[in-house]
């Protein structure tokens, strides 16, 4: 379908707008294995879903291995560019070093756009992979900005405050350098899309009950509310300080397990004694390490400070509600009725610290975004996008929805009408199916075709034909419920008005960033056609250009290479060329329409081509003695067999 614009068309799957999905795949090559193992081909794939822009996030890969392996990535989709950030480990801080050597694979978001979908006056996509314009903050791949002319994407994948938030001061960083670009474009008088990761939740409704936190202090103040808030600030008032004291025992017991591998390892569990019994009682589930079981049910208290020494968070007498149960009734034999349980999820708040919170307040109010899903689906219940993988919470849609498209209000206006509900099961009596658990359940778990891992270690269960096309639904706002073989989250989608054109100038993208976020579009340069690849490449990376052309004086010499993964096309006039190349001044011009470097800047031998040679220094000190003419012949026929199989080839 098409649809006019005053600078001319765009195409899109669909008519009503620009699709867009966004998606943490937690690693792209896994899991494109797994969409051409059950959808035949990545295109076919994305055809079927009528995407138009496709946002990754945690791709996991390295900028020089999709210079080597495209095609594993899917960079040669046809009809499609793609856009990369990863975590190459190269650029290292010493604010992250540490982390940055860790992570060094991992990470990455990677961006795919239908060329069809920007309006004919601005037909070129420019990216920037380094946008935030920080080191420390751009070395670990995760942000991406993409420009289609009106609107500018942000693809993110934003850091996670890690255990006892150790990360959660980059984390602020971050976000705090995140703001600063977005209003950046806004100044530049485009408008902001801000899709990804964002690891943080937006409202208590945003996680599953079990999981929102509840301050245990801020509780013991709700007692004047009604008679069921006094009875439960009873119950934590009599029993509580007993619980807290066997916890800040920080017990532990190794237990023996078998992997998926069949191999024995050693996990944690933390452990407390039964105020009756005096036995033991396992609490929580499973961790890698002891210092990982020690640290759950942990109540004395954990300030985190920036690194000016500000306070940006204090986790004291805090516990999530789902574990505020259990010591209740593991340790003091406490079952709390279902009238208190839902009083007790009423006060408890997103699992998020207060300073993400804040962040998040400020973009939605002071910068005027719009949480699309929020305000699309204001009855959704229980709609995650995230569930614990090794734990199969999906399967009883225990998540939370950390994945989210923003936009701008002003785009917010301009997107079309919402058609259809949400992926989900049908409810009688006229009731949305969005507002319901039951459909909620259904959508993650394809109407219960996807079942939890048996427990013989062989891992997750192959769905059927159906369950694989369960996740195929018209372009809406909402959940696109992907199998769980392919990642632990879902993906999220909206539809977004088509784009128009403004002046480039105004981007905070160029020609130079664009290609820097294409490693995979690294072209063979001239040189490599006599130097060989390993040599040629480390003259530095070769033009990205979208179109290549090599041009001799008077030759009618055009090689065409418009995209990779598409038909190249090369007419040479081989006689012409070879005449042309024996000429003690030919140029090249490489990649006309681009600013890359070429070997026009340096002057060139005028028999084998290349920069640096005896025969060129001496030509220049006019030394050109019999040994050179002597090897004129040879050196010719060789080095122009070997810019004939270069252009075969290219």
Same mark, same amino acid.
């Given at each position: 379908?098409?649809?006019?614009?005053?600078?001319?068309?765009?195409?899109?799957?669909?008519?009503?707008?620009?699709?867009?999905?966004?998606?943490?795949?937690?690693?792209?090559?896994?899991?494109?294995?797994?969409?051409?193992?059950?959808?035949?081909?990545?295109?076919?794939?994305?055809?079927?879903?009528?995407?138009?822009?496709?946002?990754?996030?945690?791709?996991?890969?390295?900028?020089?291995?999709?210079?080597?392996?495209?095609?594993?990535?899917?960079?040669?989709?046809?009809?499609?560019?793609?856009?990369?950030?990863?975590?190459?480990?190269?650029?290292?801080?010493?604010?992250?070093?540490?982390?940055?050597?860790?992570?060094?694979?991992?990470?990455?978001?990677?961006?795919?756009?239908?060329?069809?979908?920007?309006?004919?006056?601005?037909?070129?996509?420019?990216?920037?992979?380094?946008?935030?314009?920080?080191?420390?903050?751009?070395?670990?791949?995760?942000?991406?900005?993409?420009?289609?002319?009106?609107?500018?994407?942000?693809?993110?994948?934003?850091?996670?405050?890690?255990?006892?938030?150790?990360?959660?001061?980059?984390?602020?960083?971050?976000?705090?350098?995140?703001?600063?670009?977005?209003?950046?474009?806004?100044?530049?008088?485009?408008?902001?899309?801000?899709?990804?990761?964002?690891?943080?939740?937006?409202?208590?409704?945003?996680?599953?009950?079990?999981?929102?936190?509840?301050?245990?202090?801020?509780?013991?103040?709700?007692?004047?509310?009604?008679?069921?808030?006094?009875?439960?600030?009873?119950?934590?008032?009599?029993?509580?300080?007993?619980?807290?004291?066997?916890?800040?025992?920080?017990?532990?017991?190794?237990?023996?397990?078998?992997?998926?591998?069949?191999?024995?390892?050693?996990?944690?569990?933390?452990?407390?004694?039964?105020?009756?019994?005096?036995?033991?009682?396992?609490?929580?589930?499973?961790?890698?390490?002891?210092?990982?079981?020690?640290?759950?049910?942990?109540?004395?208290?954990?300030?985190?400070?920036?690194?000016?020494?500000?306070?940006?968070?204090?986790?004291?007498?805090?516990?999530?509600?789902?574990?505020?149960?259990?010591?209740?009734?593991?340790?003091?034999?406490?079952?709390?009725?279902?009238?208190?349980?839902?009083?007790?999820?009423?006060?408890?708040?997103?699992?998020?610290?207060?300073?993400?919170?804040?962040?998040?307040?400020?973009?939605?109010?002071?910068?005027?975004?719009?949480?699309?899903?929020?305000?699309?689906?204001?009855?959704?219940?229980?709609?995650?996008?995230?569930?614990?993988?090794?734990?199969?919470?999906?399967?009883?849609?225990?998540?939370?929805?950390?994945?989210?498209?923003?936009?701008?209000?002003?785009?917010?206006?301009?997107m079309p009408p919402e058609q259809g509900s949400l992926n989900g099961v049908s409810t009688a009596g006229g009731v949305s199916s969005d507002a319901t658990a039951d459909a909620a359940l259904a959508a993650c778990t394809a109407n219960g075709e996807w079942r939890p891992p048996s427990f013989d270690g062989d891992g997750l269960q192959d769905g059927s034909a159906a369950a694989?096309?369960?996740?195929?639904?018209?372009?809406?706002?909402?959940?696109?419920?992907? =199998?769980?073989?392919? &990642?632990?989250?879902? !993906?999220? /989608?909206?539809?977004?008005?088509?784009?128009? +054109?403004? *002046? #480039?100038?105004?981007?905070?993208?160029?020609?130079?960033?664009?290609?820097?976020?294409?490693?995979?579009?690294?072209? =063979?340069?001239?040189? &490599?056609?006599?130097? !060989?690849? /390993?040599?040629?490449?480390?003259?530095?990376? +070769?033009? *990205? #250009?979208?179109?290549?052309?090599?041009?001799?004086?008077?030759?009618?010499?055009?090689?065409?290479?418009?995209?990779?993964?598409?038909?190249?096309?090369?007419?040479?006039?081989? /006689?012409?060329?070879?005449?042309?190349?024996? +000429?003690?001044?030919?140029?090249?011009?490489?990649?006309?329409?681009?600013?890359?470097?070429?070997?026009?800047?340096?002057?060139?031998?005028?028999?084998?081509?290349?920069?640096?040679?005896?025969c060129t220094s001496r030509k220049r000190r006019g030394e050109a003695g019999k040994g050179a003419r002597r090897s004129t012949s040879a050196s010719k026929s060789s080095k122009n067999s070997s810019m004939l199989r270069f252009l075969s080839n290219a």
């Amino acid at each position: 379908m098409s649809a006019s614009h005053d600078c001319g068309f765009v195409h899109s799957t669909t008519s009503r707008g620009i699709h867009i999905i966004s998606w943490n795949v937690a690693g792209w090559i896994k899991t494109l294995q797994y969409i051409e193992k059950h959808h035949g081909s990545l295109k076919d794939w994305l055809d079927a879903h009528n995407v138009d822009i496709l946002a990754l996030q945690e791709v996991k890969t390295t900028s020089k291995r999709l210079e080597s392996e495209p095609a594993i990535h899917g960079c040669r989709c046809p009809g499609f560019e793609t856009f990369w950030s990863c975590c190459d480990g190269s650029t290292a801080t010493p604010g992250n070093a540490a982390d940055v050597k860790k992570n060094k694979g991992f990470n990455g978001v990677a961006t795919f756009v239908r060329k069809s979908v920007m309006p004919k006056c601005t037909p070129t996509v420019l990216a920037n992979a380094a946008v935030l314009e920080v080191p420390e903050l751009d070395s670990e791949g995760r942000c991406l900005v993409t420009d289609h002319g009106s609107f500018v994407v942000f693809n993110v994948y934003v850091p996670n405050s890690g255990m006892g938030s150790r990360r959660l001061p980059y984390k602020l960083k971050f976000l705090r350098r995140l703001r600063e670009k977005m209003s950046e474009v806004r100044r530049g008088g485009k408008q902001v899309v801000l899709v990804g990761d964002l690891n943080m939740r937006s409202r208590a409704l945003d996680s599953a009950p079990a999981f929102r936190v509840v301050n245990l202090d801020r509780l013991r103040q709700c007692r004047s509310q009604n008679d069921e808030y006094a009875a439960l600030v009873g119950i934590f008032e009599r029993y509580w300080p007993q619980v807290v004291a066997q916890l800040d025992e920080r017990r532990t017991k190794p237990f023996t397990v078998t992997n998926a591998k069949k191999e024995k390892i050693v996990k944690f569990r933390r452990v407390a004694r039964n105020l009756q019994t005096s036995l033991d009682v396992d609490l929580g589930d499973l961790q890698d390490s002891e210092e990982h079981a020690q640290y759950m049910y942990h109540l004395s208290g954990n300030v985190v400070r920036n690194a000016d020494g500000v306070e940006i968070s204090r986790l004291r007498n805090e516990l999530c509600v789902g574990d505020v149960v259990d010591c209740l009734r593991l340790i003091a034999n406490q079952t709390l009725p279902a009238n208190l349980l839902q009083r007790l999820q009423e006060h408890a708040r997103p699992a998020e610290s207060a300073s993400c919170q804040d962040w998040m307040q400020a973009i939605l109010e002071d910068d005027a975004m719009v949480d699309t899903f929020a305000a699309r689906r204001p009855d959704a219940v229980d709609r995650f996008t995230c569930w614990e993988q090794y734990r199969a919470r999906r399967y009883s849609n225990d998540g939370t929805r950390i994945d989210y498209i923003l936009v701008d209000s002003e785009l917010y206006a301009a997107m079309p009408p919402e058609q259809g509900s949400l992926n989900g099961v049908s409810t009688a009596g006229g009731v949305s199916s969005d507002a319901t658990a039951d459909a909620a359940l259904a959508a993650c778990t394809a109407n219960g075709e996807w079942r939890p891992p048996s427990f013989d270690g062989d891992g997750l269960q192959d769905g059927s034909a159906a369950a694989y096309q369960h996740q195929f639904w018209p372009a809406h706002t909402g959940m696109v419920y992907t =199998p769980p073989q392919m &990642s632990d989250h879902i !993906g999220v /989608s909206t539809v977004l008005p088509f784009p128009h +054109s403004l *002046p #480039a100038s105004r981007s905070v993208c160029s020609g130079k960033s664009t290609r820097r976020a294409q490693p995979h579009r690294a072209q =063979p340069t001239i040189a &490599s056609a006599f130097l !060989g690849p /390993s040599r040629a490449h480390q003259r530095g990376p +070769s033009a *990205p #250009a979208t179109a290549t052309a090599i041009t001799a004086p008077g030759a009618a010499t055009t090689l065409a290479a418009h995209e990779i993964g598409e038909q190249v096309t090369a007419k040479v006039e081989a /006689s012409t060329f070879l005449a042309s190349a024996s +000429s003690s001044e030919t140029s090249f011009r490489v990649g006309a329409a681009t600013t890359a470097p070429s070997l026009a800047n340096a002057r060139l031998c005028h028999k084998c081509l290349c920069k640096e040679c005896k025969c060129t220094s001496r030509k220049r000190r006019g030394e050109a003695g019999k040994g050179a003419r002597r090897s004129t012949s040879a050196s010719k026929s060789s080095k122009n067999s070997s810019m004939l199989r270069f252009l075969s080839n290219a």
